[in-house]
């Protein structure tokens, strides 16, 4: 079981729809959760980082987390083509004061115009 | 305020030679942590450091060596180049004080090896 799991896609969604993007992870305690969006041949950019249960929201972009299900998902509203990119989560995995981001391979997304 | 700086942007390689990348991290930072991207296996961590000390190491061979200096700039090196070694490498630097800290990419170094 990888630690960290996506799925790869390509999840295409229609330009104005809502895309829903999911990450679940293996390690129960696991405390940071964060949503790269990564364009092609560009580097990572972080779009939210979420440490509690339930929602965050950040302009179109909503992260939520359920530690019980050990499951995070991002929730794009009124997606645009400019949002066509691959979203990576990460997870800051626990253990002894150190930290080591452990990243999914990511769901490429792909709004329809 | 200036972002996570690598250097060079692209390098090409022959098999069997060493290379060394550089990474400077956002003012204050004291955490750099190392990944390798390729198409097949995602981002692959190879190390964080956090002021001068290796904190943590991925999974990679001895040939993959890193360091960070006092003004928090990180380097790593590869030695004795592989075909398989060519991918991005990508920098990312943190506050790294607590679990709760957000990391930002560097544009990444493209290796080659050939």
């Known amino acids: 079981q990888k630690e960290v799991e996506q799925n790869s896609g390509p999840l295409s969604v229609p330009e104005g729809a809502i895309a829903s993007l999911n990450c679940t992870y293996s390690?129960?305690?696991?405390?940071?959760f964060f949503w790269y969006r990564q364009y092609s041949g560009k580097s990572p950019e972080l779009i939210m980082s979420?440490?509690?249960?339930g929602d965050k929201e950040d302009g179109r972009f909503t992260a939520q987390l359920n530690k019980a299900s050990q499951y995070v998902s991002l929730l794009i509203r009124d997606s645009q083509p400019s949002d066509s990119a691959t979203y990576l989560c990460a997870v800051n995995k626990a253990g002894s004061g150190t930290y080591k981001y452990i990243f999914g391979t990511g769901t490429r997304l792909k709004v329809l115009a | 305020k200036a972002g996570v700086t690598q250097t060079p942007r692209y390098l090409i390689k022959t098999r069997g030679q060493q290379v060394t990348l550089s990474c400077s991290p956002i003012s204050g930072h004291r955490s750099v942590s190392w990944y390798q991207q390729t198409p097949g296996q995602g981002l692959q961590f190879l190390f964080e450091?956090?002021?001068?000390?290796?904190?943590n190491k991925g999974n990679f061979p001895g040939r993959f060596s890193g360091r960070q200096f006092s003004n928090s700039r990180s380097e790593m090196n590869v030695s004795t180049l592989e075909l398989g070694d060519s991918a991005l490498y990508l920098c990312?630097?943190?506050?790294?004080?607590?679990?709760?800290?957000?990391?930002?990419f560097g544009q990444g170094t493209r290796l080659t090896v050939v």
């Open positions: 450091y956090f002021s001068e000390t290796q904190r």
């Open positions: 979420i440490y509690s249960n």
């Open positions: 990312a630097s943190s506050l790294g004080v607590t679990m709760n800290t957000e990391a930002f």
């Open positions: 390690d129960r305690g696991s405390q940071s």
